[in-house]
C-alpha cells in the first residue's frame, strides 16, 4: 500500500478513533467513523454500513457517491445525526467520506526481503463479522519521511518461517515500512486496513501480535490485539 495522508483537521476522523467521535462546529455536531459497506436491495440506498464499533449506519444522502460501493468497502466517514442521538441503527447525513483501500497481508518465507524501515504502530483494532462483512485489522501509525512526495509501502507480514501462534495462543505479523529511500525529516500519520482471514482468527487464537522497527529505541516494538 502506498501511504496517503488523509487526515483533515476535524473534518476527518481523529487517527486513533475506531468509534464514533464528534465535534462541533459552529453549533453543528459532525461525526467520524471507520464504517465498511454492505449491499443491500429494496431501499433507496444500495449499501448502508456498520461501524467499527458495530452500530448498522443509514443513510439519508449521499445516495449517487454510494452507488459503486461494495460490501466490504472501507470508508472513513463525516456525517451529522439528524436526530441528535446516537442509537442502533442510527441514520446519518453524510459530508464527506474516504475510501480506504484494504490490503491483503504478506505471506512469505523471506522476510528479510520486505523492507524495514522505522515506523511505530500507535493503535491497532479489529472489526467487522457481522452482517455478512469481513473481519478486518485497521492500524494507525506514524512514520517518517520528506516533503519529497516520494511514495512510501506498508505491509502486513505473516512471516511462514516463524511458529504461529505463540505459546499463550497469539498469532505474530510482522508491520513493515519501505520508506524507498526517503529521508526521515518529518513525521507524518497515515492508517492501514487489512482484511483478516480465518487463519487469524480461528478458535484457540487469542489475539495477535504485531511486531515493528521503532522510530525510538524507547518505545515497545510489539502491540498486542487481544480477542474479545
Not at 471507520?34 to 429494496?42: D, F, I, S
Not at 455478512?132 to 516533503?147: D, E, H, K, M, V
Not at 484457540?204 to 522497527?213: A, E, Q, R, T, Y
Request: a negative charge; charged letters at 20%; hydrophobic letters at 35%.
Amino acid at each position: 500500500m502506498n501511504i496517503r495522508n488523509i487526515f483533515k483537521a476535524c473534518i476527518i476522523v481523529p487517527a486513533a478513533l475506531a468509534t464514533l467521535a464528534s465535534c462541533n462546529t459552529e453549533q453543528t455536531e459532525y461525526f467520524n467513523a471507520y464504517l465498511t459497506a454492505v449491499e443491500t436491495e429494496g431501499q433507496p440506498y444500495k449499501c448502508f454500513f456498520i461501524s467499527d464499533d458495530s452500530l448498522t449506519v443509514i443513510p439519508l444522502n449521499y445516495y449517487s457517491n454510494i452507488e459503486n460501493l461494495n460490501t466490504d468497502d472501507r470508508l472513513i466517514a463525516t456525517f451529522t445525526i439528524p436526530s441528535g442521538e446516537i442509537t442502533d441503527p442510527v441514520e446519518v447525513e453524510f459530508v464527506s467520506f474516504v475510501q480506504m483501500i484494504p490490503q491483503d497481508i504478506l505471506q512469505t518465507s523471506s522476510i528479510d526481503t520486505v523492507g524495514n524501515d522505522p515506523a511505530d504502530p500507535l493503535t491497532m483494532w479489529q472489526s467487522g463479522g457481522i452482517e455478512g462483512t469481513s473481519r478486518f485489522l485497521t492500524i494507525n501509525f506514524i512514520y517518517q519521511a520528506a516533503a519529497s512526495g516520494i511514495q512510501h509501502k506498508i505491509y502486513l507480514v505473516d512471516d511462514l518461517s516463524a511458529e504461529n501462534p505463540d505459546k499463550d495462543g497469539y498469532y505474530h505479523l510482522k508491520f513493515r515500512h519501505d520508506a524507498q529511500k526517503d529521508q526521515p525529516q518529518l513525521t507524518a500519520s497515515s492508517v492501514a486496513t487489512f482484511p483478516l482471514p480465518e487463519k487469524y482468527t480461528a478458535p484457540g487464537i487469542k489475539g495477535l501480535k504485531v511486531d515493528f522497527n521503532t522510530i525510538s529505541e524507547e518505545q515497545d516494538s510489539t502491540l498486542t490485539l487481544t480477542f474479545k
